[in-house]
């Protein structure tokens, strides 16, 4: 089956720094991906979908400018907490859509972040 | 805008038992239908889906789910629960590009 991975699983960064979260699609071409955001014991919270070489679509209330998202290539999209905070500090998953099988998408294994 | 309801937060089941997780959905057109499974820090794993046809579907690990027209559900089951299935389940709905999750239903095993 299709595999999504996710570098890092976890991190920790002080408050004011950035991180980058790569989502990778390791097998299969992933013209779309989306970036989800859980919180404690909560349901997946859609963030933003990203088409390869176009500027991502974001959600109402998510800030664009905080989670800065680029997909430049049809396995790689990353997601970028500017300046983070501790309430930056969630789960955050990542999933691909086959071009192949346009409702299906196949989820990466999480990261979680820490700000402190 | 499409919606999942998953009226159950958290149910015990006890191990060799039957199992049935409630989903109901609400979306304007054919709805395409999922259940995930995700365990403690992990991320989701596709358990099933329906698209069209048959509306009883077949998953892995021995799950199933029916979809039902009339009343918006899409209620999962399983004969026989084993310990490994203590897990958040979750419920989705795609429609407008884009998956819409209910909160989930955690599945406690008990001996």
């Known amino acids: 089956g299709a595999v999504v991975s996710q570098h890092p699983s976890w991190v920790i960064c002080k408050s004011g720094t950035s991180v980058k979260i790569e989502c990778r699609s390791l097998?299969?071409?992933?013209?779309?991906m989306f970036w989800y955001r859980q919180f404690p014991k909560k349901s997946l919270m859609l963030m933003a979908t990203?088409?390869?070489?176009?500027?991502?679509?974001?959600e109402q209330g998510v800030e664009k400018d905080k989670f800065l998202i680029n997909h430049a290539s049809l396995t790689l999209s990353t997601l970028t907490v500017t300046s983070a905070h501790p309430e930056d500090s969630s789960f955050y998953i990542c999933?691909?859509?086959?071009?192949?099988?346009?409702?299906?998408?196949?989820f990466g294994p999480g990261t979680r972040l820490t700000v402190t | 805008a499409q919606s999942v309801t998953q009226p159950d937060i958290h149910i015990t089941v006890s191990e060799g038992a039957s199992l049935e997780l409630r989903c109901n959905y609400s979306y304007g057109a054919t709805p395409y239908l999922f259940w995930y499974v995700q365990s403690p820090g992990q991320g989701l794993q596709l358990l099933l889906k329906?698209?069209?046809?048959?509306?009883l579907v077949q998953g892995i690990k021995g799950f199933e789910a029916e979809f039902k027209r009339s009343q918006s559900s899409f209620n999962l089951r399983k004969p026989s629960v084993h310990w490994s299935d203590a897990a958040e389940y979750f419920c989705a709905v795609f429609g407008n590009e884009k998956l819409t999750f209910g909160t989930g239903t955690r599945l406690t095993i008990i001996p």
């Open positions: 329906y698209f069209s046809g048959d509306t």
């Open positions: 097998d299969f071409q992933a013209t779309t």
């Open positions: 990203s088409n390869e070489g176009s500027k991502a679509t974001y």
């Open positions: 999933s691909a859509r086959d071009w192949t099988l346009s409702y299906e998408q196949y």
